[in-house]
């Protein structure tokens, strides 16, 4: 099996910074396109940011010059840089992958429990 897991999140004031970390484990062969996701109480899950296994990223327009999306493929694990934070930044934060499981043929997409992060005014 293969799990994601979040860390990183907490309370923070507007103009802030957080870092948020995915560690992926289980019987990986490798990670491929990844990808950050958020959702607000009351909203649908928004894409905030993703980067492929070449390092081509992208970005959400809310989140453009103030997020950045990594990777550590040595470590498994990927990052969500977060700063100049705004109240709207307000969500649980996902991160979601490709993964290539030991002995498959095919990609399947995983999902990580989730970081709540809170942005105060």
């Known amino acids: 099996q293969v799990q994601l897991v979040e860390s990183g999140g907490g309370l923070v004031q507007a103009g802030g910074s957080l870092r948020l970390s995915c560690a992926a484990s289980?019987?990986?062969?490798?990670?491929?396109?990844v990808r950050w996701y958020r959702q607000a109480p009351g909203k649908q899950r928004e894409l905030v940011a993703g980067?492929?296994?070449?390092?081509?990223?992208n970005y959400a327009d809310s989140v453009k010059g103030r997020f950045t999306i990594s990777r550590d493929s040595a470590k498994n694990t990927m990052y969500l840089q977060m700063s100049s934070l705004k109240p709207e930044d307000t969500a649980v934060y996902y991160c979601?992958?490709?993964?290539?499981?030991?002995?498959?043929?095919?990609?399947?997409?995983?999902w990580g429990q989730g970081t709540q992060v809170t942005v105060s005014s």
């Open positions: 980067i492929t296994s070449s390092g081509t990223t």
């Open positions: 289980g019987t990986i062969f490798s990670i491929n396109a």
């Open positions: 979601n992958a490709d993964v290539r499981r030991l002995g498959y043929y095919m990609d399947h997409q995983y």
